[in-house]
């Protein structure tokens, strides 16, 4: 009885480890998109989908967040144009572009 007890508690304790190991992974596997806090980053073939469509309404510069189920519409694609303002692009759930927000320039400074 007392080995199936320690075989018992050694897999436990494995799984509690494997499972604050995966959190810890998921937790920072977002290089950067959907940072703000607000909602989750878009993913998978979404993804692809909404930066394509925005960086082409936009037509310069580079995706620095995403964010499904925003307020505003079903995506979000923050893109910081190569002079360093930010627009953020609507996009609805077909992947076309329902508002624009021209968010100015990037700050370094924390504002």
């Known amino acids: ?7 018992a508690a050694a897999g436990t304790t494995a799984v509690l480890a494997l499972g604050f ?4 992974v ?3 596997s977002d290089s950067g998109h959907g940072d703000d ?3 989750s980053p878009i993913t998978g073939t979404a993804r692809v989908h ?4 925005a960086l082409e309404a936009i037509g310069e510069g580079s995706v620095t ?14 893109v910081t144009r190569d002079d360093g303002t930010q627009v953020d692009v609507q996009l ?10 021209d968010d100015g320039a990037e700050s370094d400074d924390g504002d």
């Open 21 to 24: 190991g995966t959190g810890a």
């Open 92 to 101: 609805d759930e077909n992947f076309s572009v329902v508002d624009q927000e």
């Open 1 to 7: 009885m007392r080995r199936r007890t320690q075989m």
């Open 65 to 78: 967040g995403t964010e499904v189920g925003d307020e505003e519409s079903k995506y979000e694609v923050e």
């Open 37 to 39: 806090g607000e909602g």
């Open 50 to 53: 909404a930066e394509e469509a």
């Open 26 to 28: 998921m937790a920072g």
